[in-house]
């Protein structure tokens, strides 16, 4: 049992909150629930020594809740100026880019991630049309015979694309490739990939004035985010508590 300012947190209330704390073993996730519980009991008991009255759209308010009163009552989080985001902006320019758009065409050869003797298969097949490629033969012509794609209808053409058309894994190499026949094949939870770019248009870099507010909230949650630290940390430092040995410095709810 743990005591929190001489009020009591059970076993039973450990054991229950943990399937809340996904974690690597039973015991990280007993220690994991143990905290949340803890800083939930000094949130009450906080907002109840100052008389705050909590409200939320369920009929019982959340740890949440209590925190966002008690930031709001006790702690002056700073704003954003211009003047920051501004300089945030110039010294992070590569966040604030447009998209590039990639003209380009490819040849799927379709094989299952889980079905290895078909990626293998799928791979040296890919290795061998790169190679027909490299000697002239049409990738339109190719397309139409090899490749698992709708696109193959049309000669293998996917048209113009931008970031977040396609899967994770093929857009980190074909956006930072450039243009012409890949060498190697591009490999995706589809299969192998045979590309082409034809064009690569780069992304421009945004206006101040359209990403300002993005940057605001960044750096307001940053703050926000230090200071809801700093004052759990606070609560906790003041506070009794028995049974359990509070590590700040490993608590990822210090961080």
Known sequence: ???VNQASISEAAIMAEMQYHPASDKR??????????????????RAKTLGLS?????NTASDDNFLDALINAEVAIPQASTAECEQYYKLN????????LLELSHILLAAAPE?????????????????????????????RHHSACPSKETGGSLGQISR????????????????GLLPQPVESRYGYHIVHIARKVAGQLLPFNAVERKIADYLNEKVR???????IHTL??????DGFDFNLSASPLMQ
């Open 225 to 231: 985010r230090k200071a809801v630290a700093q004052y």
């Open 1 to 3: 049992m743990i005591q």
């Open 115 to 143: 079905d290895d003797k078909a990626r293998v298969e799928a791979k040296i097949l890919a290795e061998q049309l790169i190679s027909q490629l490299q000697q002239g033969e049409p990738l339109a012509g190719l397309a």
């Open 164 to 179: 977040g058309q396609t899967v994770p894994e093929f857009e980190r190499q074909i956006f930072s490739a450039e243009p």
């Open 28 to 45: 990280a996730a007993m220690l994991k629930a143990a905290e949340s519980l803890i800083i939930g009991e000094l949130l009450r008991q």
């Open 93 to 100: 320019p590569q966040r604030f880019q447009s998209s590039p």
């Open 54 to 58: 909590v409200k939320s759209e369920a």
């Open 236 to 241: 906790i430092v003041d506070a009794e508590i």
